[in-house]
């Protein structure tokens, strides 16, 4: 009789490389890691980096130094409902919910000795891909208008300027 043990290294759900079309037609991609979270977006030449923490349904991820930072520089985000190939979250912070699709094109492992072509490379494969998503802009076009704030018209006062004589000695 041969009995074998093996331990199973169950990898948690929200590891992966994540994608979201959001309403205004911006895409965005998301590799999670155990211990990192990479951000692409459309029209950045930067990938930006977030440190995390992945407990049970949440994940805890803090800012670094990127381009994009989180408006407290630490949120908790908390996974709402999940499948194969898609998962929703909960951003504590801001109370915003963020549906995110799986997707089969990886983004590769941060290549530490060749910092500088890993990410030209990532952000090439990045742009092939934003190409085939074609996130539809989703607005009213009463959306699409930025509203200018009107400034409030300013009466001028004049105030009148004494000069003591002790002062200018």
């Known amino acids: 009789m ?4 093996q331990k199973s290294k169950k990898e948690h759900s929200i ?3 994540w994608s979201i079309c959001f309403r205004d037609g ?4 998301f590799k999670i890691t155990d211990k990192y979270m990479l951000m692409l977006t459309l029209g950045s030449e ?3 980096i977030f440190s995390n923490y992945i407990e049970r349904n949440s994940l805890i991820w803090k800012s670094m130094d990127s381009e994009y930072s989180l408006p407290n520089n630490v949120d908790t985000v908390i996974i709402i409902s999940q499948s194969n190939n898609r998962i929703v ?3 504590k912070f ?4 963020i549906e995110l699709n799986k997707i089969e094109d990886e983004i590769h492992e941060i290549d530490s000795t060749n910092l500088e072509n890993w990410k030209r490379q990532t ?3 990045f742009q092939k891909r934003v190409e085939l998503f074609n996130c539809p802009d989703l607005r009213t076009e009463d959306e699409k208008i930025i509203h200018d704030l009107e ?10 300027i004494e000069i003591r004589k002790d002062s200018l000695n």
């Not at 801001?94 to 919910?97: C, Y």
């Open 2 to 5: 041969t009995i074998s043990c």
């Open 15 to 17: 590891i992966g490389t």
């Open 26 to 29: 911006e895409y965005r991609e």
């Open 46 to 48: 930067q990938v930006s």
């Open 89 to 91: 979250l909960k951003s």
């Open 94 to 97: 801001m109370g915003t919910e």
């Open 123 to 125: 952000i090439l494969n």
């Open 151 to 160: 400034l409030l018209e300013i009466e001028e006062i004049e105030i009148p």
